[in-house]
């Protein structure tokens, strides 16, 4: 089955500086990416995804990467603010699997005002 | 969209009592998904639904767990009898299920204590 790790498991940053997750997957056959924000007491909240068909996306300050050769895929925000403070997953998901998601591990990221 | 709604938010109870978490998922997705989250784990899928039928219950940790999904907008996840390394937050996730994306939505979690 599909294995996703993720780096780091903590991220300290200062306000304004940017932020950089990095996750890699093992079935060469997945083919959806999302990533989640869960903050403090609430459920993981979708923010941006990313299929197999592009390399890149981005939404104001947030953009992911994904190289399929590498089989790996990265969250970049920019202009970090405090409230982007969260534990951050990725994902990967085959769609020959169902819609079962296997997420990563989560990066805590802080962000120092 | 009132999204996934799971109940109780909170449970805290003894062990050997048995618990029961419910989910109302976003109406017209015709997935539903149970994960459980722990510090030493992280997020785990233990069982998911495709039009109210069980698909895969392979992460369903042991015979003490158990969901039902008697209809398109109602789940429950029973524990019975609860054990306390059963504590955790139970997630209920919902997708559309279209071929074109897999975007799942998760409820609040139901944050389980068992003592």
């Known amino acids: 089955g599909e294995n996703v790790e993720q780096h780091p498991s903590t991220l300290s940053v200062q306000e304004g500086d940017s932020a950089v997750i990095k996750c890699t997957y093992s079935?060469?056959?997945?083919?959806?990416f999302p990533w989640y924000k869960q903050e403090l007491g609430k459920g993981p909240q979708l923010i941006i995804d990313?299929?197999?068909?592009?390399g890149e996306k981005k939404d104001q300050r947030i953009a992911v990467t994904l190289n399929k050769t590498a089989k790996h895929f990265s969250l970049h925000i920019t202009e970090t603010q405090p409230e982007d403070s969260a534990v951050y997953f990725c994902?990967?998901?085959?769609?020959?699997?169902?819609?079962?998601?296997?997420f990563g591990g989560g990066t805590r990221l802080m962000v120092k005002p | 969209d009132a999204g996934v709604i799971q109940s109780p938010r909170h449970e805290v109870t003894e062990m050997g009592q048995e618990v029961t978490l419910r989910c109302k998922p976003i109406?017209?997705?015709?997935?539903l998904f149970w994960y459980r989250q722990t510090m030493m784990r992280g997020l785990e899928l233990l069982i998911y639904?495709?039009?109210?039928?069980?698909?895969?219950d392979s992460g369903m940790p042991e015979d003490r767990f158990s969901a039902k999904m008697p209809n398109a907008s109602f789940s429950t996840l029973k524990i019975q009898p609860s054990e306390p390394r059963d504590s955790a937050v139970y997630f209920c996730?919902?997708?559309?299920?279209?071929?074109?994306?897999?975007?799942?939505?998760f409820g609040e979690g139901s944050w389980l204590t068992v003592v």
């Open positions: 109406s017209g997705h015709d997935y």
């Open positions: 996730a919902s997708s559309p299920g279209h071929l074109s994306g897999n975007t799942i939505y």
């Open positions: 079935d060469s056959a997945s083919n959806y």
């Open positions: 990313i299929r197999s068909n592009v």
């Open positions: 994902a990967a998901s085959n769609r020959n699997a169902g819609n079962m998601l296997t």
């Open positions: 639904f495709n039009n109210n039928v069980p698909i895969d």
